[in-house]
């Protein structure tokens, strides 16, 4: 019997304690008409090298192509140790840390998480951590709008600029309270600063914009920041955390800096696996805190007088406020968050701007190898760590055929940017080679010459 | 014992892990010098051994299920299998981006599908979604859909979502969170919905009813079938929130309940990691009203592929709710751990669950402990109440707690639910022997003794922990939530 340890002297004496016949005994106050059998369409146990080797032969199913996509998720290296430790049991199997004195190893990662981020994002307190990205982003529209206490706005000023995934996230998620973003439009990739004008004295209770936005262009977020604060909005700046070991920090954007910052923290240790887990971030500056959702882990002293940590303004909380409470949220990433805290910790501050400036190189490299391709062009001239190529053709046969070859190479707007023209988002991390670049060139061309990628069905597994 | 310093405080300038980042490199090409950062965030600079035994050492500061027995009610600390983690870590799972697409994700596609299968088996409903990224936001994912079908027949006037009073704090939550009113209904004596008062609080105004079962109080709602008549007599739909279905699985169906929709907490009852706090996973089943309104992405199947249904294949979906696909590899953890219960294992897990929870109350009961409601059934889970001692020798729930770290045991959950004073709320999951359960009864009472002999002894538990009972007030009076070394922002006002 999987994982459980009765002998059948342990059930019988276990039973005659309770006073029951049988184990089925126990569930008599089921009413029998609800009562099931069992599972029928439910299969027969699989022992531990049976499902092994089920799990292996399909995580080996899709071979392992080389991989120039980004788009919100990227591949980076990830020391060995950062998921050896954080799959500890210790770690691992251990819940949310409500009985403080028992779990002091989550808590100070927890703090020690918070303090990186703060510093990362140039702000003064982090939470302990939010589901992703995307969820972040709305509970910062959220926190934004009860934060501001100079707008009675429900709107949110956003941009077509910031991950069209995000935007719909925080669509789903604020509609049941009525709260409506409205996008600024795109002008060479960016925000629009010419449609500023327009909207003065318009009312809205924040502005979110990304930077670097969802297009791989910077925003002139100086500007921006400015502008917004001048119309009485908060500022929401979305960023990759890893870029912001190179990029100028929201907290310091503008005059006064943002007033929010989240995004999402996968770039920091945690592997693609298809698109989850990750975690999002999520910090503000100290006047904002109460009005934060999630977890937050303070430092304290015991009755002793020693340093020691707990969770704390629980008052914001569910298990708390419940129908009042900041959001609904009480699981959120903790396992992800203690990889990206020993992540950040081996790489330090100097690891990640290497590791960032390796990026922007590579995709550099990317674009240029691409762009002398016929037919293919730079959309917009400066770029972080991924880049708009803009085609004289269709871009999703291409893609296919280079799938064909091994090669996913890259993001197809056509979906959500239809008005960018056959465009097509790359990038090439810190993990693509000089040959891995000149591989998907080669094919590319090949491609476009109207013969077959790499010759044959697949060049790797 | 000495507390770890902050990793902050191992720091020394200079100091490198060099071999996980390239060498130098230039700076970028092309962006503008005003975007640039000018002062390096404040990141450790520590070498890769520091690291790693800095936090080993504060992993050792953790309680676990892996090293302690952890018996918190209404979370299913049960074992979580090793190869499920070591399966769903997989390079081929973990290298593939979210992006990639369908046809170079078959394998994970082909779990994902099963376990959308299996899942509609576990709850005899006809359509799943994954993606919601824990418990609450399986809630959200319900409640929404609530809130769409309602919307589409044009029926806007139901603004309510009716929670019962002993209901989780993420129930009202997550209706306030929908744009909907909250109204409690109380609880009769013995542990069931008072009916009368359900009758009067639905009507035309309520869109729902959110219900644990069997509830936080650990025992089964008997008389579900007439709640479900009831609410659906007035218009309203059934939320059904998961986190108990440990205690029924294979038992019963939600679905013949009379629920509409209902989140399951992969964490709890199918064994994922709580991960100190996440990631979880609280994936939503439905009924056929509520089917079109369904999260995305879902996985389907055509011509033998699976494919990702998205938007434009499911106009009438609530939307997205994660910026990919939920927490796909905690999913797979789950995925696995199905696949080796099977059909007999599974009812196995709510048998022995059940065994495990009635056992430790009955052995409870007749050491003389109150145990709330003595003469029903356990669930998975029962509430003691600690009135009596405290009243007795001003010993508490919370101190009980405390002591218990003492003798090695994890605590119950304390003060949940609401309804019952000085409680304990006992889960102890069907991983746990008899050996573990009795010492634990014999933790429980030497604590009682020593709360009548020598109460101030139990007051000023816990002594072994790595650190003693901490100043909440002064967390939250002076906070100190980021650590203040040189370069912190100043950001402050």
Known sequence: MPFIPHTPDDVAGMLAAIGAGSIDALFDEIPAALAVAGLPAIGPGLSEPEVSRLMLERAELDGRPLCFIGAGAYEHHIPAAVWQIATRGEFYSAYTPYQAEA?????????????????????????????????????????????????????????????????????????????????????NGCSSLAALAPLAGTDFAALAIQQPGFLGSPEAVDELTDWAHTQGMLVIGVCNPLLLALLAPPGEWGTAGADIACGEGQPLGIPLSSGGPYFGFLTCRKALVRQMPGRIVGRTVDVDGRPGFTLTLQAREQHIRRSRATSNICTNQGLMVTAATIFMTLLG?????????????NTRALVTALTRLPGISLAFDTFCHEAVLRFDRPVAPLLEALAAGGILG????????????HALLVCATEMRSAADIDRYAQALGGILQGTTAGRGRRSRS | MSGEPLIFEHSRPGRRAPSHAPGACADPVGLPAGLLRTTPPLLPEVTELQAVRHYTRLSQLNFSIDTHFYPLGSCTMKYNPRAANSLAMLPGFLARHPLAPAGNGQGVLACLYELQE??????????????????????????????????????????????????????????????????????????????????????????GIMLTNPSTLGVFERRITEVAAIVHAAGGLLYYDGANLNAILGRALPATMGFDVVHINLHK????????????????????????????????????????????????????????????????????????????????????????????MAKLGQAGFEVAYPQRRASHEFIVSLKGIARDTGVTAMDFAKALLDRGFHAPTTYFPLLVPECLLIEPTETESREVLDAFVAALVAIRDQARSDAAAVKAAPLTTPVRRLDDVRAARDLDLAWRGHGMPANGA
């Open chain 1, 410 to 421: 890259g993001y197809d707007l056509a979906d959500e940017y239809p008005d960018l023209g």
């Open chain 2, 118 to 207: 299996m899942l509609k088996a576990v709850t005899g409903m006809q359509g799943v979604s994954l993606t919601p990224m824990a418990g609450a936001q399986g809630e959200f994912a319900g409640v929404a859909m609530i809130r769409a079908y309602h919307a589409e027949r044009g029926d806007l006037a139901r603004r309510v979502i009716i929670v019962p009073d002993a209901a989780h704090g993420t129930n009202p939550a997550t209706a306030t969170m929908c744009g909907f009113e909250v109204r409690e209904v109380p609880t009769d004596p013995q542990g069931d919905i008072d009916l009368e008062a359900l009758r009067q609080a639905v009507g035309p105004d309520v869109a």
């Open chain 2, 269 to 360: 009852t199918f064994s994922t990691p709580h991960g100190g706090g996440g990631p979880g996973a609280g994936i939503v089943a439905v009924g056929e009203r509520l089917e079109p309104y369904l999260p995305v992405p879902i996985v389907g199947e055509r011509a033998g592929r699976f494919v990702w249904l998205t938007g434009q294949d499911r106009p009438r979906s609530i939307g997205r709710l994660s910026a990919f696909m939920g927490n796909t590899g905690i999913l797979l953890r789950a995925y696995v751990y199905m696949r080796m219960l099977g059909a007999e294992g599974m009812r196995r897990v709510s048998g022995y669950a059940a065994l495990n929870a009635n056992y430790l």
């Open chain 1, 349 to 361: 501050a100097e690891g990640l701007r290497r590791v960032a400036a390796q990026c922007h190189a």
């Open chain 1, 103 to 187: 779990s002091q190893g989550t808590l100070q990662l927890i703090y020690e998480y918070q303090s990186m981020m703060a510093s990362l994002t140039g702000l003064a307190f982090s939470n302990a951590s939010m589901y992703d990205g995307a969820t972040a982003f709305a509970e910062a529209c959220l926190m934004a709008v009860r934060a501001n206490s100079r707008s009675r706005s429900r709107r949110v000023l956003t941009t077509r600029a910031l991950s069209p995934a995000y935007r719909a996230v925080a669509r789903a998620l604020l509609a049941g309270q009525g709260i409506e973003l409205v996008e600024l439009p795109l002008e």
